[in-house]
T-cell receptor
Framework: AQSVAQPEDQVNVAEGNPLTVKCTYS??????LFWYVQYPNRGLQFLLK??????LVKGSYGFEAEFNKSQTSFHLKKPSALVSDSALYFCAVRDDSNFNKFYFGSGTKLNVKP | DAMVIQNPRYQVTQFGKPVTLSCSQTLNHNVMYWYQQKSSQAPKLLFHYYDKDFNNEADTPDNFQSRRPNTSFCFLDIRSPGLGDAAMYLCATSKQGDSQPQHFGDGTRLSIL
């Protein structure tokens, strides 16, 4: 069975500092991994995905994620955080046997302080 | 812009009074989803359609039903809402294929009086 885990409920970082939001995954086959961001009273917005290829994936709004197969991790990163990055972040993995299903992590609330 | 639109954004209904939430998409995606999300938790999948093929999650209460009359529209019917059904309901779409992400609407926040 597929799953993702986000070990941190909340991450606090100062504006201008680098940020990392952690995600680990468990899959039986090849991992198809996604990051989404959710602002208050909005839907989830797609940030980036890893399907195959380079381990460093670049996405929207200056975010990137590093795929690490040996550590089964897919951490979201940004070199310099903005106050406007404060939001809820979800990691997701696609189901191996049903390509139309996705499993979400529990979410990490990112707080960027001025 | 192509998008997923949910109406209404806020819905108030009475305990036990049927309510319908709607979702439309201009992306021409063949997969549509309904999720329930409570208090900044992970979205919980209720069901999804692959074209007209309906897929219900095993733990989705019978109180929740869905209709997809055509590619563009999908409805969530809650037959007898209880207080525990107050939540944000998110509609999403995706294109069949292993590399495709989901596209979400902005949700309908349902309150039960």
């Amino acid at each position: 069975a597929q799953s993702v885990a986000q070990p941190e409920d909340q991450v606090n970082v100062a504006e201008g500092n680098p940020l990392t939001v952690k995600c680990t995954y468990s899959v039986s086959g090849n991992p198809y991994l996604f990051w989404y961001v959710q602002y208050p009273n909005r839907g989830l917005q797609f940030l980036l995905k890893y399907i195959t290829g380079d381990n460093l994936v670049k996405g929207s709004y200056g975010f990137e994620a590093e795929f690490n197969k040996s550590q089964t991790s897919f951490h979201l990163k940004k070199p310099s955080a903005l106050v406007s990055d404060s939001a809820l972040y979800f990691c997701a993995v696609r189901d191996d046997s049903n390509f139309n299903k996705f499993y979400f992590g529990s979410g990490t609330k990112l707080n960027v302080k001025p | 812009d192509a998008m997923v639109i949910q109406n209404p954004r806020y819905q108030v209904t009475q305990f036990g009074k049927p309510v319908t939430l709607s979702c439309s998409q201009t992306l021409n995606h063949n997969v549509m989803y309904w999720y329930q999300q409570k208090s900044s938790q992970a979205p919980k999948l209720l069901f999804h359609y692959y074209d007209k093929d309906f897929n219900n999650e095993a733990d989705t209460p019978d109180n929740f039903q869905s209709r997809r009359p055509n590619t563009s529209f999908c409805f969530l019917d809650i037959r007898s809402p209880g207080l525990g059904d107050a939540a944000m309901y998110l509609c999403a779409t995706s294109k069949q294929g292993d590399s495709q992400p989901q596209h979400f609407g902005d949700g309908t926040r349902l309150s039960i009086l």
